[in-house]
């Protein structure tokens, strides 16, 4: 259909989708992608402004071609209360005004519950991209953002079985339930060939295969002295065997400059990169060392080690059927696996069931199905 002959908007299903930090964007660059392609839909994006600068939003949005926002919250950095309330409160305004069929929200972070809440309240339905994850640790605050944006979701679009089960155990309704894959492994599906066609080694004077890449940012870890100061030392003695090259997030970045991981650290730092430059890298690594979740899941889909810097994962299928290891915060264990990598003892791994490129089209056709539109 031409797109001057779509039906208008009144007749169209609204849906608002909602971003607002970094690790949101590739995933709401492929649902952007599918539904404004559909003639059904008139899809209108939001940016809370929860990540705002160059480094941790705008790359992403040009790297990944995700149309300018509709609106922009602007509600910036903040306490874990402010916040959730300044996007509480102006996601209330805009679907008070929009009154959209439903809100389409991707993760954990603050932004993904504040934007919940607001549509739930106003009896909005819920689309929950990446529902059912589960670390079972109370003490992070995405994991208490997962709970409460799944508990009031409608739709619960899930990853891999063990999200599926977790609904299950906590009341979900099947009918809610739809795996269909992992919407971030669409994006890295998407761009793996152009990242491969940059090359940000030469400048950073590495070789394919001979570095490892490194990302720090859960507050458990970089908020903490000792446990940082422990990192920090372990990661140093792996880099006189292995190259480190580790792009810093702001987060982190504060706390070394607030001194809280002792010296600063001898590796191989840079800014925070854009998403096809760190593909690169990822791809490209002979270990990935990172308390990130997502990254977890792309080094499984790269089939690319990953050695998991917490206690515990959401994202259990990246251990059992992926390339990834938990190894902690304990310096001896980071090092001991670390070394088995380098020696040739890497971990095999297998591309999880639906990671496969599909995952936003797979959401949509659910959107229509259950929003009135004919597939
Ligand atoms: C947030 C998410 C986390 C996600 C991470 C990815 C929550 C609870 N946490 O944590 O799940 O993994 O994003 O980055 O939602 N800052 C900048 N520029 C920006 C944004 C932030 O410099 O564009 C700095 C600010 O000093 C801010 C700090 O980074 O105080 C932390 O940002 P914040 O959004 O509070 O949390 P993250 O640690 O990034």
């Not at 106003?122 to 997962?146: C, F, K, W, Y």
């Not at 070789?207 to 000792?226: F, I, W």
């Not at 292995?242 to 010296?263: K, N, Q, S």
Request: with cysteine; aromatic share 4%; glycine share 10%.
């Amino acid at each position: 259909m031409n797109i001057d002959q779509r039906p208008g908007p009144a007749t169209r299903i609204n849906v608002v989708v909602v971003a607002g930090a970094r690790p949101n964007f590739m995933k709401i660059a492929p649902l952007m992608h599918e539904l404004r392609e559909d003639t059904r839909f008139a899809a209108y994006l939001v940016h809370t402004g929860q990540h705002y600068d160059e480094a941790m939003s705008k790359s992403f949005f040009r790297d990944l071609g995700i149309p300018k926002p509709d609106f922009n919250l602007g509600v910036g950095s903040g306490s874990h209360g402010e916040q959730t309330g300044q996007v509480l409160i102006k996601m209330e305004a805009l679907l008070k005004e929009r009154r959209p069929d439903a809100i389409l929200v991707v993760g954990d972070v603050n932004s993904t519950l504040a934007a919940s809440l607001a549509a739930v309240k106003l009896q909005i339905p819920i689309a929950h991209v990446e529902a059912g994850l589960r670390s079972g640790d109370r003490t992070m605050p995405e994991e208490i953002n997962r709970i409460l944006t799944d508990s009031i979701s409608t739709w619960l679009f899930t990853t891999e079985p063990d999200g599926d089960r977790n609904l299950l155990r906590e009341g979900a309704k099947p009918e809610q339930i739809h795996r269909v894959g992992n919407v971030m492994i669409d994006t890295l599906v998407q761009n793996l060939e152009r990242a491969r066609q940059l090359n940000p080694l030469e400048d950073l004077g590495l070789k394919p295969g001979a570095y490892g890449l490194l990302t720090l940012h859960r507050p458990a870890n970089v908020d903490d002295a000792d446990t940082l100061d422990g990192l920090f030392r372990a990661l140093e003695e792996i880099h006189h065997e292995l190259p480190i090259v580790f792009p810093v997030h702001p987060r982190t970045a504060a706390a070394i400059e607030a001194g809280r991981g002792g010296i600063k650290p001898a590796l191989q730092t840079t800014e925070p990169l854009g998403y096809l430059d760190f593909l690169h890298l990822m791809a490209n690594a002979k270990v990935v060392l990172t308390d990130s979740g997502g990254i977890q899941e792309e080094t499984t889909a790269l089939g690319v080690s990953c050695l998991t810097l917490r206690e515990n994962t959401e994202r259990p299928i990246t251990v059992t059927h992926g390339t990834n290891t938990i190894v902690g915060t304990n310096p001896d264990i980071i090092l001991s696996e670390t070394r088995k990598i380098l020696a040739g003892g890497a971990k095999p791994g297998q591309i999880p069931e639906l990671w496969d490129g599909g995952a936003a089209r797979r959401i949509v056709d659910v959107l229509v199905r259950d929003l009135g539109g004919e597939l």
